[in-house]
C-alpha cells in the first residue's frame, strides 16, 4: 500500500528572516496522482533597444530553421529551442501626428499595443500583456511578476522629444498612469526573491554587509530535514538548486567587493557589476531561479532603456548605442551596431542555455517557459515599426513547435500574438488587447 | 495645397481590382491626384484573394512613386477570402511593371491596414474610396474603436458599388450603408471613358483591354471623392447618404480631366531640398 504524502508545492525553508522556495520536486506529485501535475507556463520578455540591424536578423528562408544569420548566431545550438516571427507591427508605436519621439512611443507601446500620450508630466498609456496575465497566473505564486533592467530606472523627465522617462524606462505597466520600474540591482533583487521581501538601502547594505552570511546559512537546518525525506533524484535536484542560489550570493559579494571604492551613498546602485555580461548573467541566474521554484511566472527584462546611449567598451565599442544607429548608412557605424545587437543576443544565449539546464518533469524548464526577444523598433536608423525583431525560446509547455520561422502577413498586429499568447497563459477571456485583429494562429500548429 | 497648412487628404482605397476592366485604370488616377498633392494613397486593400490583385496596386504604387529611401512604405492589405480566379490580363502587367508582392506574407492583413490609415490622419482629413463589394470595409467596423475613429478622421466615403458588388456580399453592402460613421455617397454615373484613357507604358495599358472603351464608374467615384466640388458632379439625397453622378451635360469636361490624370507621367519624388545655411 502506497502511503507516502506528496510535498507541498509552496514549501520554505525557513531561516531568521529568510524563506527560500523549493524547486518542483518529484515529492511534490502526489504517490496516487492519475496523471502527472502539470508544471506551470512561464512567460518573459526581454526587450532590447534602439531596434536590430535586420539585415543579420531576418533569415533568407521561411519554415525550418537553417544557417542563423550573423546577429542570431549565438543562437546556433539552440535552433530546436527557438521561433522566429516575422512582419509583426505595432501600429501604435508610430507618429500619428504626434511628431518625434519614437523611442519613447516603441517602448511604452511594447507590451501594451497602446499609443502613449506625449507628455513628460501627465503619463497614459495602457495595461501591459505581463500584468494582465500576472493576475491571474500570479495567483498561485509568491510574486504576481517580476521587473527587471539593468539601466536607469528614472520615472520623471523628458528623456525623448516631450516623452517622459517613464515611457522609455518601463516595460510593464500595471494601469494606464502606473508602470512597474525594473529592479536594476542584483541585491536588491536577491533580497526581493529570498530576504524579507524589503529592498534594502545602499547604507543598510553596507551594514549588513558586515555580518551577512549566505541566507542557506540561515535555512541548512530546514534543508538537511527536508534532504532526510528525498528520493536519490530529488535530494540532487535541491543540492544543484541550493548550489545556484550560493553561487548567485557569490557573484553579488564579488560585485559588492569590486564597487567597494564607490560611495555608497551614491545613487548607482550598489551591488550592479561594471561588466555587462555579468550583470546581465546575474540578473537571469535570480529570474532561473525564481522560475525554478515557481516565484513567479511572468517576468520582463528591460536589458537597457529605450534610447540608451550605453557604450559597449567590454566589445571594443566606446560610441554611444543610440547615436550608432543613426548610422545613416555609414558601414563603419552599421558593423558596429550588428556587434552590440549579437552581443546582447550571446547574453540571452547564455539564459536560454541555463534554463534548458534546469530539469523539470519529463524536460527542462525552457520547454516550460516563452521567453519572448525582441525589440520596439526594427530599423533604429529610420525608426520603423514593422517587422519587429521577435523571438519566442522555449515550447510554452506543449504550446509553440519551435525550430523554424514562421512569417507572418505585412503589419500584423504584434498585439495578435500578445492575445494568442494570453491563452496559452490560462488567460483566455480577453477577446481583444491593444491594436488586435484578431489572434494569430496557435504556435504549435505545423 | 501646400499654402492652406493643411496636408492633402488621406485616401484609403479598398477595390476589387482585376474583377472588371476600368478598375486599373481608375487606380492609375488615384495616383495621378496623389502625384499633384491632391490627396494621398495611405493604404490600399483588396477584395480578391488572388496576390496579382494585391501585387498590381503595388505596381502601380512603384510606378508613380518610383525606388530609392524616399519611397514611403505602403503595405496591400488582401482578403484572404473572396473570387480567387486567375488574372491573366494583370499577369501581363506584372510581368513588364515591378512589384514586391510575390507571396501571401508580402500581402497584408486588410482590416489592420484599412483601420491603421485613418490612425494617421488629422481629424476630419481621412477618404475612403470603394470600388469593390463592401466586404473590407464592414469587416473594419468590426474592430474595437474603430467606428469611432472612422468618425473623427473620415471625412467621407464614395462607394462605387454597383449591383453586382452589392450581390457579391449583400450583407456587407447592407451594413455599410446602415453603419458606416462618416457621411457616404454612392457613385452611380454609368458612362464610359475613351480607349485613349489608357496610355500604352503604364500598367493599365497591358491591364486593360486593348482599343476599347472602359466603365468609368471607379474613375468618377475617385475623382469624386479627391474633387467633390467640381462643377460636373451632381448631387442627390439629402443628409449622410447621398449619391453623385456626372452631368451630361459637362460629361466631356468631366472624362477630359480622366483621361488627362490617366495619362499623367510619373515624377518619382525626390529629396527634399537642403535648407539653407
Redesign the interface.
Known sequence: MITRKALPRRTFLRGMGTAVALPFLDAMTPALASSKVASPVRMAFVYVPNGIDMRHWNPAY?GPLGELPRILKPLESFKNDITLL??L?H??G?A??DGAGDHGRCCASYLTGM?PRKSAVEIKNGISMDQIVAREAGKATRFPSLEIGMEDARQAGDCDSGYSCAYTNNLAWASETQPLPPVLDPRALFERLFGKGAELSPEARVREGKFRRSILDFVMGDAAKLQSTLGPTDRRKLDEYLTSIRAIEQQIAKAEQDNAQIDPKMEKPYGVPADFAEHFKLMTDMATVAFQADLTRVMTFLVTREGSSRAYREIGIPDGHHPLTHHKNDPAMMEKVAQINTYHVRQFAGWIEKLRSVKEGDGNLLDQSMIVYGAGLSDGNRH?H?DLPTLVAGRGAGAILPGRRI???????MSNLFLTMMDTMGVRNIE?FG?S?GRVEPLNLA | MQLTGRPPSGVALDCDLGARPGTPLAVEILFALDQKSECRVISMATTRSHLHSAAYLDAVYRFYSGTGPFVR?L?V?MALKGPADPLPHLEKALQRHNHEIQR??????P???L??AF????DGNGLAILCGPATNFAKVLD??GSRELIALKCKLMVAAIDDTRRAADPAAAERLMAEWPSPLVICEWEGRLPAAAVAADHPSGLAEPADAELPGRDAAAILAAVRPNEPYFRYSGEGRRRTVTIDPAQQDRAIMAMVELANAKPQPRTAPPKRPV
Open positions: 521561411e516575422s512582419n507591427t501600429n501604435n508610430r500619428l501626428l499609443h520603423l514593422e512569417v507572418y502577413r505585412r503589419e500584423t498586429p481583444h491594436d485583429t | 512604405p503595405p492589405g501571401l506574407a508580402d500581402t497584408a492583413d482590416y489592420a491596414v483601420r491603421n490612425t494617421t490622419q488629422f474592430l474595437p
